[in-house]
């Protein structure tokens, strides 16, 4: 797919998608109950980014300076790595809440693609 046909590379489209969807929640509990949801995941999946962002670079410079012997090399891997897998939980849980939450709605599918030059 082609940069330029990536609906969601601009963020007021992302926001305008979100808001959408948030639009047809009746009961304002399950409305902020998806935003907070959405918030939610959207930092944890920043997070997740950043810890393996961190661990390649930590393994990349272990590997460059041949210095995995150390002991200190190898404790501070071991926290990257905890770290790293920390995040990728707390993401793969906030996905799985924010799947479990849709799952609820009895709203229709934004189709954001199809409607996005009439409606934005």
């Given at each position: 797919?082609?940069?330029d046909?990536?609906?969601?590379?601009?963020?007021?489209n992302?926001?305008a998608y979100?808001?959408?969807?948030?639009?047809?929640i009746?009961?304002?509990?399950?409305?902020?109950?998806?935003?907070n949801a959405c918030n939610i995941?959207?930092a944890?999946?920043?997070?997740?980014?950043?810890?393996?962002k961190?661990?390649n670079?930590l393994?990349?410079s272990?590997?460059i300076?041949?210095?995995y012997?150390?002991v200190?090399s190898?404790?501070?891997?071991?926290d990257a790595?905890?770290?790293?897998s920390?995040a990728s939980?707390?993401?793969?849980f906030?996905?799985?809440k924010?799947k479990?939450i849709?799952?609820?709605l009895?709203?229709?599918?934004?189709?954001f693609?199809?409607?996005y030059?009439?409606d934005?």
């Open positions: 797919m082609n940069v046909d990536l609906w969601f590379r601009d963020p007021a992302a926001r979100i808001r959408k969807i948030a639009d047809q009746e009961e304002p509990e399950e409305m902020m109950e998806f935003l995941t959207q944890a999946l920043a997070c997740w980014l950043f810890e393996t961190r661990y670079l393994l990349q272990i590997c300076k041949g210095a012997d150390q200190e190898k404790i501070e891997l071991k790595w905890n770290e790293y920390i939980e707390e993401f793969q906030a996905k799985e924010l479990e849709i799952s609820k009895h709203i229709e599918p934004v189709l693609r199809k409607t030059d009439k934005l």
